[in-house]
């Protein structure tokens, strides 16, 4: 059973657009949201991470938005740019401090 | 955050053989993990290596497939054995340290198995 949905699986965004990024959790438990960012070749690197206390974050160009209630959090990537061009994995963890991650979205900024 | 090495980067193995896989920290950690992520999967975790015991296998990992050595807070090693082409992946370590939720990622190790 996977416990964290995320969608969509791959995404196109032109240069200077919104790229949006969902997840879905089902475990009332998780109380810690990060992103991931991977780039080919490397392994993944923490972007951005939320606590359910709060129902938005920003660093820079990206923002998490939470929805506690719906049991939902989403990335947000503005004036998106080709070097942004990446796969992206959410993830949720809980008590055991191990997390559940997303399939991952595989995100295409043209030029 | 700290410096996660590992070796090798990459390496392509016949079937029926094994390769043992290196995770080195710059710092000592708490925890150190293997996961596995297949070709546009996402990431699966395998074992937790713990620091002098046996490692904490998950659901459908075995150590006779996986065996996993933790002899120190900055080192550990997964042995991919009598490898098949399934085995084929990326291999990632991971870390935690005490009082963090954030679990930080080495380069991964990419095998092809033939």
């Known amino acids: 059973q996977q416990q964290v949905k995320q969608s969509p699986q791959s995404l196109i965004v032109q240069k200077g657009g919104i790229s949006i990024i969902n997840c879905a959790y089902e475990?009332?438990?998780?109380?810690?949201f990060p992103w991931y960012q991977q780039f080919p070749g490397k392994g993944p690197a923490l972007l951005i991470a939320?606590?359910?206390?709060?129902s938005e974050k920003k660093e820079g160009r990206f923002t998490i938005s939470f929805n506690k209630s719906a049991k939902q959090f989403s990335l947000h990537i503005m004036d998106s740019q080709p070097g942004d061009s990446a796969t992206y994995f959410c993830a949720a963890s809980g008590g055991s401090y191990i997390p559940t991650f997303g399939r991952g979205t595989s995100l295409i900024v043209h030029p | 955050s700290a410096v996660i090495s590992q070796k090798p980067s990459r390496d392509i193995c016949q079937r029926g053989t094994s390769l043992t896989i290196q995770c080195q920290v710059d710092s000592q950690v708490t925890m150190m993990f293997w996961y596995r992520q297949q070709p546009g999967q996402s990431l699966t975790l395998i074992a937790t290596?713990?620091?002098?015991?046996?490692?904490?296998?998950e659901s459908g990992f075995v150590i006779d497939k996986f065996p996993i050595s933790r002899p120190n807070l900055t080192f550990s090693t997964l042995t991919v054995s009598n490898m098949s082409p399934e085995d084929s992946s990326i291999y990632l370590c991971?870390?935690?340290?005490?009082?963090?939720?954030?679990?930080?990622f080495g380069p991964g190790t990419r095998l092809l198995v033939l």
């Open positions: 939320i606590r359910p206390d709060v």
């Open positions: 991971s870390v935690r340290w005490s009082g963090q939720e954030t679990q930080y």
């Open positions: 475990n009332t438990a998780f109380d810690y």
């Open positions: 290596a713990n620091q002098g015991s046996e490692a904490t296998y």
